[in-house]
């Protein structure tokens, strides 16, 4: 799928949309892997203890689980989200230099959710729960039907900011860091909008566009939970337009 998407079109709408303080400036219209862009997380609170990693159970969710994820039955701490700003292109901790993270990132904007848990370059990340949300006003994609690529801009249908989910990390050495993101995608073979779009004959791909009311417990859910979250989103609520030449 593409690599490309257009950033929220105004600082309030992060507040309006996701419960968040706005950032001071926006980055730019749109993004493209090793570009900076804006994604929101689990905010660190002192005071309370880190995620522990841990492996997934063997079992896979149920095919329908509900819109919303059950917090666990431990008693939770409130849950304080944070924007935060990073390269779009995930660069895993076991990079052993920065111009490699160069390379690797582009490869990695995006990432299959089938495979997040057990893929080298992901599964470390997965197992720390570091999960993130991506704002957005819009994705694109190709429509290849005319056997030409058509660049089609997919938003929702009511215009309202898109969130979807992804996964960060922090790379760090010898006094470098870079902070990246990447989005995870999934299956969209019998989506009756996103079947349309990408290379005929290659499976069709879509971001893992959340719920509204699924932010917080996206963020949140426990390891054998979070893959629940894992849907195509509703056709009927997302609207496809040619992007215009000028």
């Known amino acids: 799928m593409s690599t490309q998407y257009e950033c929220l079109k105004n600082p309030d709408l992060y507040a309006e949309a996701f419960g968040i303080a706005p950032p001071q400036a926006l980055l730019g219209k749109e993004v493209w892997p ?11 609170v002192p005071g309370q203890p880190a995620a522990e990693p841990s492996a997934e159970p063997g079992a896979e969710p149920n095919a329908e689980p509900a819109c919303e994820v059950a917090a666990p039955a431990a008693p939770a701490c409130p849950l304080v989200m944070e924007l935060a700003q990073g390269q779009f292109g995930l660069v895993p901790t076991w990079v052993k230099s920065a111009s490699d993270a160069k390379l690797r990132s582009t490869k990695l904007a995006v990432t299959r959710y089938e495979t997040m848990s ?129």
Not at 37 to 42: A, Q, S
Not at 120 to 146: H, N, V, Y
Request: a positive charge.
């Open 34 to 44: 090793r570009q900076p862009g804006f994604f929101i997380r689990k905010a660190f």
């Open 118 to 246: 057990t893929a080298t370059a992901t599964r470390e990340t997965w197992l720390k729960g570091q999960r993130c949300i991506i704002p957005m006003q819009a994705f694109f994609e190709d429509d290849w039907r005319s056997r030409k690529a058509v660049p089609t801009r997919i938003a929702r249908v009511d215009g309202q900011p898109m969130g979807v989910a992804g996964l960060w990390e922090r790379w760090a050495r010898d006094g470098e860091e870079i902070i990246s993101f990447t989005l995870l995608t999934v299956n969209a073979n019998s989506h009756a909008l996103m079947n349309r779009y990408g290379q005929n004959g290659n499976e069709k791909r879509m971001p893992a566009i959340l719920n509204e009311g699924a932010y917080g417990a996206w963020l949140n859910a426990p390891l054998d939970k979070a893959r629940e979250f894992m849907r195509a989103y509703p056709a009927n609520l997302l609207l496809a337009n040619p992007v215009q030449k000028k």
